[in-house]
């Protein structure tokens, strides 16, 4: 067990629809990354926040955002759903703002019809 | 940006024998090297780094090399055992527009044989 959760595991959901996805760090950690696993893309970087400000940002879509609240744990919001976006989402969490010592959660896996 | 390429996709390996896994990257100025384990239905598990002013680690049955020179570096993972069997993944650390970020390769399926 990692120490970081998301909730829910499983999504199902239409094309078009919008949905949350919620994740909680490991204690003391600052920064929450958001990663996209698909068996054609891999695991590709969506977006970081550390401390409540966005800080880097990878292949995130515009239809995608995200948001790092006081207490630390993040929602990923996903909008104008298509079929492409059926896809684990992982949420990783690490003491400090540089990438390093990333520990993961479980991930939601989403599923779009 | 950063890329990294992964080989083999996947491994098999009779239980005791070792298994290397070996990444390359692009950026040469990438300087953290992290290897995940992902089980089913699970979420990438770190099990080693290592960067770049360090040219071996090692943690128990698995060790990391890197070569900074040839930009790559390798998983070793000696007396396997059915518990390894996962998905293996290597990323790199690279700078882009003042920000870091992790490129992953593409993962290695390594499977253990009883």
């Known amino acids: 067990d990692s120490g970081v959760t998301q909730t829910p595991k499983h999504l199902i959901t239409a094309t078009g629809q919008r949905v949350t996805l919620r994740c909680s760090p490991r204690s003391g950690d600052l920064s929450v990354y958001w990663y996209q696993q698909s068996l054609d893309q891999g695991l590709q970087f969506l977006i970081q926040?550390?401390?409540?400000?966005?800080?880097a940002k990878g292949n995130i879509l515009e239809r995608f955002s995200a948001q790092q609240f006081p207490d630390l744990h993040s929602e990923l919001n996903l909008s104008s759903l298509e079929l492409g976006d059926s896809a684990l989402y992982f949420c990783a969490s690490s003491v400090g703002l540089a990438h390093t010592e990333q520990f993961f959660g479980p991930g939601t896996r989403l599923t779009v019809l | 940006g950063e890329n990294v390429e992964q080989h083999p996709s996947t491994l098999s390996v009779q239980e005791g024998d070792s298994a290397v896994i070996k990444c390359t990257y692009s950026d040469s100025a990438s300087n953290y090297f992290p290897w995940y384990k992902q089980e089913l239905g699970k979420g990438p598990q770190l099990i080693i780094d290592?960067?770049?002013?360090?040219g071996e680690k090692k943690d128990q049955r698995i060790a990391v090399t890197l070569n900074k020179t040839a930009k790559h570096f390798s998983l070793h993972i000696t007396e396997t055992q059915p518990e390894d069997s996962a998905v293996y993944f290597c990323a790199a650390r690279y700078l882009l527009s003042n920000d870091y970020k992790l490129s992953f390769g593409a993962g290695t399926t390594v499977t253990v044989r009883a």
């Open positions: 290592i960067r770049s002013n360090v």
């Open positions: 926040y550390y401390n409540g400000e966005e800080r």
